[in-house]
């Protein structure tokens, strides 16, 4: 075989396998591709599965600290108030009798001055005048008592108020807390799943452009080989070189010239 017609089925044979080995390699590539992008995509969701139970944990850490804080103060302004309540009380109650004392000591100089001028102090004028003071007494001692009464009455309702209103205060912002905490565990687990589907799409198309990639080398290789076998043809690997035999009939020659097709004539030279 010369040696153009041989270098041409040699082309079209690397070719062949070029295309096969290029084809092989871009279908390989696509699925490690694919693999790859779904074990990343994997990793992401436990990573986004990881970081929500972390947020809604460290929420429900907060949210618990917030109303045990609240839980304090709130008890802090009950006892607080149950002290001043204590000692409102104790107040009011000398106040009373501090008063209860001044009428009587008030009371008392007005008989001693009345029985030491020698009017009789259980009749006329100055007994009036006693009977008024100490009316006068009474009343201001029914003030004081309503007074201190109504004081301490609304000292409690204020410290139950205020102990309410710093549990009720620590409760919301609890919630908030836990709130935001659940939103933000949501928010890490739809990036996490918008990231993993993405990272799983482009495996997909890595896959499916791999293959497609692998089908296109496969046919520029035999596209390739077909060339070169066309090449190899046209050179006459296909049509020999005519070649010349002799007939059992002396003098009469048969040449074949490719195609199935011979050519005959008598040679004169040779005899019987």
Partial sequence: ??????????????????????????????????????????????????????????????????IDVGEANATYIERSTERNLYLYGLQAGEDVRRHLTAERQVAGDIRARASGSGIQVNTGSPLQFLNAQVDEGITQ?????????????????????????????????????????????????????????????????????????GQAAMIQGIGSAVSGLG??????????????FLTSTAGFQSTYVGSNTFSSSWNQNIRL
Avoid: C, W
């Avoid at 008592?145 to 205020?162: N, R």
């Avoid at 949501?186 to 993993?196: D, G």
């Fill in 1 to 66: 075989m010369p040696l153009d017609i041989a270098l041409a089925v040699g082309s079209s044979l690397v070719s062949l396998f070029g295309g096969y080995s290029a084809s092989k390699s871009a279908k390989r590539y696509g699925k490690l591709a694919r693999e790859a992008a779904y074990a990343n995509a994997s990793d992401l969701r436990g990573f986004g599965e990881f970081n929500a139970a972390n947020i809604a944990a460290v929420g429900a850490i907060n949210a618990g600290a917030i």
């Fill in 141 to 213: 001692r029914k003030y004081m008592v309503l007074k201190h009464t109504e004081t301490i009455q609304s000292m409690g309702e204020e410290g139950a108020d205020k102990a309410f209103v710093t549990r009720y205060t620590a409760e919301k912002n609890a919630e908030v807390t836990m709130a935001n905490a659940e939103a933000n565990a949501s928010m890490a687990l739809a990036n996490a799943e918008l990231a993993a589907s993405q990272q799983e799409t482009a495996g997909e198309l890595a896959y499916e452009s791999g293959q497609a990639q």
């Fill in 231 to 244: 090449s190899a043809y046209s050179m006459g690997i296909f049509n020999p070189t005519p070649s010349t």
